[in-house]
């Protein structure tokens, strides 16, 4: 090769590198508006933001990767708890993970505070940040949905939570509400007899809840709920 070809190749290889980054980082440029859902940003997000760095929760938690790794990440907190699960998490922590061996501290939020810190999480879950890094990946819970209900529609315990309505306020595969936390998250950390018992009365395990009591179920079909949804974790994640 000659010295000249050599030239060539480096500028050739050089600028036309450069000239496609330029265009892609441009080309992301244009889509932030979109991607943030800049429309949503109004001033209670905004004041949830400034709430989240007032009290620091950033030295835990990390929101799309940023923050201390002590606690978990929020940027999918919101689609992943609900909005009252939330507030009751940030109301009451002592109370909200009592069971837990990590501590959240009560930084003794106003409800104006809370309110504000939820629908800046809202917000921050609704960025579409192309499913990377892959955590509460809503794309992934929709491609387990078909399966799932393909499995359910066999299961009595399936029916008991259709019958139940528990789909009014918890999500399912891309089925159901965001008031109460997703069930196949639920499945993930709690067992079995856990939520057998909790159904049965919430309050006692989470006092504070929003969540109704299933009384009137027996404990043998709360046990088997409690299956179900441990079981749903189990293939929402074999994928
Ligand atoms: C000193 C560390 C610390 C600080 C500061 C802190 N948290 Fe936490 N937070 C935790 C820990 C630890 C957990 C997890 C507890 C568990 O589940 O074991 C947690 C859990 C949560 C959860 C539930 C997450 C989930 O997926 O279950 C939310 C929501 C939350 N924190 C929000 C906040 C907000 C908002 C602030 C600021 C007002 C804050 N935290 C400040 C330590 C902290
Ligand atoms: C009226 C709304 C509502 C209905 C209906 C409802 N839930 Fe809930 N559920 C909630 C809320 C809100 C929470 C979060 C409680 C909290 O942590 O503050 C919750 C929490 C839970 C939890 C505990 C999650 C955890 O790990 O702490 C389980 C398990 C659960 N629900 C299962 C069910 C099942 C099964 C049904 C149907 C039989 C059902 N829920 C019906 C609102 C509801």
Redesign the pocket.
Known sequence: MTERTAKGVFWGGTLSSLALFLALTVDTHGQFAALTRADKLDDTVVAGKR??ER???N???TILGFG?Y???D?TR?YT??GADA?RR??AQ?EVA?RD??????N?H?SPAEIES?VAY?EWVAGIDNHDWPPQDSEARWKRSTERLLAAAALSPAAALVQQEGCLSCHALGDRGERQGPRLERVGARRSAAWIGEYLGDPQRLAPGSEMPGYQHLSAAQRQMIGEFIVALAARGGER
């Open positions: 709430v989240f009290y620091n929760c030295d835990c938690h201390g002590y606690a978990p929020l907190a992943r708890l939330i998490r940030l922590p993970f837990s061996y990590r501590k959240m501290p930084q939020l810190l999480l």
